[in-house]
């Protein structure tokens, strides 16, 4: 597995806000996308959309519900088309399979198209050792892999990167002359990879879908590098978690609606590619060999959780980032992981466990915009807030997120709470203390209050170091109940 | 099956002992995280309630493409409209012709204005009804046909594709919905003429359209029912130019695949 970072949250994201060239890469996330994504909903109608996002949903549901039977047909399938299925426990399991089959065969060069689990396993380096070349396709993967960084967006890897950067990058690593017009960029990677692809004696790619009842892996995209990775080798390898069997084809109909229009706003990918089995004896061309290799690497704790079983209902849409008002402003690669923004908060803590990623539950305001946009409807504040939970309450003192003072505060004012008595005589001792402080704010019931930036008391500081306070009213609510309120009601 | 092996190791193939997990235990700890009890037989539960879809048989599919045939029937001239609309705005240069001479002469002045000198081209039975070689061989194009029924061999046939200025072909489904074609590689039809020369023509017939991905996936699921349980290896949806937005979010069409495709729709 890469490198897991997620518990460097904290300073990587305030670092991350800091970045200027980032702030204007993230700016694109919100106009770009999400502007692209609501326009296709509105062409559809909402109605017709929440229709989908219902169907696509109880799909999901079911299938997890029924994992073994749904894997067990796939598996039936794929071999009946001549296909081989291999099951992979974790990404050391995964990553001996494909080294296998790739020594096996004498695999010289591997191109590969987008597959976050790969990204998961960390594959490259695995095959690298064993002197394979290993060429990833998708332009923005490609611009990474020259880059030696990792993606920081689910469905557009290079968010992060400027033109500037590419053309460096393409300078440097390519021998190309320094140019950052765009077309000309893509026109010089379509080029040095058109070789590769005729080279290579094996096609990595991912599955956005795998339909069980025929055993056909689907993959959704827009470049082509799909269509030659899974055309041009003698050799396939499809790697994909285990999450993403369907039932039958006719399923496809409502996941190949939302999926583009959730990710960029296409009405569909410029392709959509179904592979069943290796190429046939009168095809004219095509792999010999196709493998399928379906992935657990965590997953099956996913299942087991019926709180958070629903994460693995996620189609990798990227609707959820795209919207986050916490990912755009801190980017991708401050989730420390493969899976950023609100949905990897959530699974990044279920698949590299809650000690390491405890921070990334935080990183949300709960506002609930990535549940609306999520095409299959997943709850993900629920799930965060139930990872908060957890990370509150943990028996195992690594995995709890928050600081003993404030586990303390927290405490307190629970206490306070409580008891009506002490709630007001405590509110009455910080109507005093907000008067006596320096640099707070004057007390006002107006709607445009000041708020308070900073506590100069030795717990409440470290509270709004990343926080701000309002101040206490004049009078609580209790008070003006008393006062004006329930004398109206009475009257 | 495939998983014949009584201590259910390489479960995946009989003749290589592969690294990964066997199958029977892989399902079981799934069975299990699941919080059900582990199968008698040996083979999963199918679900109590099952899935509705995989309960139709072949008689309920056959009975749904007579309503559909019907139904395409009777709104082809609408459907061609709304597919024609549908295809330009997915980045298609449309051109809609009548009748099989006016697709050859379409075909042909569209080689002269791209420039073309080398195509490959599919066999398909579109060229039989429309045989566009001839006129195009005539302006001195080289054509290079992959003729169904010869192997042409596999090296070979690639050098021509690579080289290929245009790369033509027939479509097996065209959809509304989407502005798609839906092409399924075969003998005949390499996978890689439609994605590798930097222009792909497809030529398409009226009957070829429906209306949406509903009724392509009825058809293809009726297909794979009535031959037995097979799919063919590939299908691919088409939806105008190859496309990136990678860098910056702009949109550059022809990364890998074709940056122009056009479209000759023979009413």
Redesign the interface.
């Known amino acids: 597995m890469p490198e897991v970072k997620t518990s460097q949250f904290v300073t990587a994201s305030a670092a991350a806000m800091l970045d200027p060239k980032l702030r204007r ?1 993230l700016d ?2 919100g106009v ?2 999400d502007v692209a994504r609501r326009s296709a909903i509105s062409e559809v109608t909402e109605e017709a959309w929440e229709e989908w996002r219902e169907e696509a949903r109880s799909i999901k549901i ?1 299938t997890l ?5 749904y ?3 796939l ?3 794929v ?3 001549g296909g ?6 974790d990404a050391a ?2 990553n ?2 494909v080294s ?2 790739a020594q ?1 065969r004498g695999v010289k060069v591997a191109t590969k198209s987008k597959s976050m689990v790969s990204e998961e396993l960390e594959l490259n380096p695995v095959l690298e050792s064993l002197g394979i070349e290993v060429y990833e ?4 993967e490609y ?1 990474i892999q020259l880059a030696g960084e990792t993606p920081s967006h689910l469905v ?4 992060h ?3 500037e950067d ?1 053309a460096e990058l393409f300078a440097a690593k390519l021998g190309l002359p320094y140019d950052e017009d ?2 000309r ?3 010089a ?2 080029t040095a ?2 070789d590769k ?2 080279q290579a004696d094996l096609g990595i790619s991912g599955a956005n879908f795998v339909v069980a ?4 892996l689907v993959i959704v995209t ?4 799909g ?2 990775c ?3 080798p003698r050799m396939h390898i499809g790697i994909t978690g ?1 999450e993403k069997v369907i ?7 409502i996941f ?2 939302l999926l583009p229009r959730s990710a ?1 706003g296409q ?14 004896e ?5 792999p010999e060999e196709f493998h399928l ?2 992935v ?1 690497n965590g997953r ?2 996913m ?2 959780d019926p709180k958070l079983r629903e994460a693995l209902y996620c189609i990798r849409c990227g609707a959820c980032l795209n919207i986050c008002p916490v990912y755009q402003r801190v980017g991708g690669h401050a989730y420390g992981w493969v899976y950023p923004g609100p949905i990897g908060a959530v699974v990044s803590p279920m698949l590299t466990g809650l000690k390491e990623s405890k921070s990334l539950p935080q990183a949300s305001s709960l506002c609930g915009a990535c549940r609306e946009a999520c095409p299959v409807k997943i709850n993900i504040p629920r799930m965060l807030l139930e990872l908060r939970h957890r990370t509150a309450e943990s028996e195992n003192p690594q995995e709890r997120a928050s600081s003993r003072s404030e586990r303390f505060l927290a405490g307190a004012y629970a206490r306070l709470m409580r008891t009506p008595g002490r709630m007001a005589l405590a509110a009455r001792i910080g109507r005093i203390a907000q008067r006596l402080l320096p640099g707070m704010p004057k007390p006002s019931s107006s709607k445009n209050r000041s708020w308070i930036s900073r506590v100069p008391l030795p717990l409440l500081s470290r509270w709004t170091r990343a926080r701000d306070l309002p101040p206490l009213p004049s009078k609580s609510f209790r008070q003006v109940w008393q006062d004006e309120l329930s004398e109206d009601t009475r009257g | 099956m495939a998983d014949s092996r009584p201590d259910g190791k390489a479960a995946n193939d009989g003749n290589e002992n592969l690294p990964g997990r066997p199958k029977a235990e892989f399902l079981r700890s799934v069975r299990e995280a699941l919080g059900r009890p582990p199968s008698g037989s040996g083979r999963a539960v199918p679900p109590a309630q099952p899935y509705h879809r995989l309960e139709e048989t072949l008689p309920h599919l056959e009975a749904q493409a007579v309503e559909l045939e019907a139904r395409l029937r009777e709104n082809r001239p609408l459907l061609l409209d709304s597919f024609a609309e549908m295809a330009a705005r997915g980045g298609w240069n449309v051109h809609r012709v009548s009748g099989v001479e006016a697709a050859i002469g379409r075909v042909d002045s569209l080689m002269s204005e791209l420039g073309a000198a080398r195509i490959v081209r599919s066999g398909q039975p579109v060229f039989d009804d429309a045989p566009v070689d001839n006129a195009l061989e005539g302006r001195g194009i080289q054509v290079t046909a992959i003729v169904q029924g010869e192997r042409a061999e596999r090296a070979q046939l690639r050098q021509e594709i690579r080289r290929a200025d245009v790369g033509l072909t027939g479509t097996d489904y065209a959809l509304a919905e989407t502005g798609s074609l839906v092409i399924m590689p075969r003998r005949g039809l390499s996978r890689l003429v439609s994605l590798v020369p930097p222009v792909h023509v497809a030529l398409v017939r009226p009957e070829e359209v429906l209306e949406s991905l509903h009724d392509l996936f009825l058809l293809r699921r009726l297909e794979y029912h009535r031959r037995g349980g097979e799919m063919g290896s590939y299908l691919n949806f088409i939806t105008g130019p190859s496309r990136t937005a990678d860098i910056e979010m702009t949109i550059v069409q022809g990364v890998h695949g074709p940056k122009t495709v056009h479209l000759v729709l023979i009413e």
């Not at chain 1, 827009?222 to 590098?225: I, K, P, S």
């Not at chain 1, 009405?267 to 046939?280: D, Q």
């Open positions: 890469a694109r996330v770009g996308f079911h519900d029924h994992l073994d039977y894997l067990e047909l598996h039936d399938n071999t009946a088309a081989q299925v291999h099951f992979a426990a399991e995964a001996a399979i296998h089959l096996n396709t998708d332009l923005g611009i557009a890897p290079a968010l990167k400027s033109k590419v765009i077309e960029m893509a026109a990677a379509r990879l058109r692809f005729m009842e025929t055993g056909t827009n470049e082509g590098n269509r030659l899974t055309s041009a285990m039932p039958s084809m006719q399923d496809l109909a190949l609606r960029t009405r569909i990918s410029s392709y959509v590619s179904m592979v069943t089995g290796p190429r046939r009168d095809d004219e061309d095509g290799i379906l657990d099956s704790r299942l087991r």
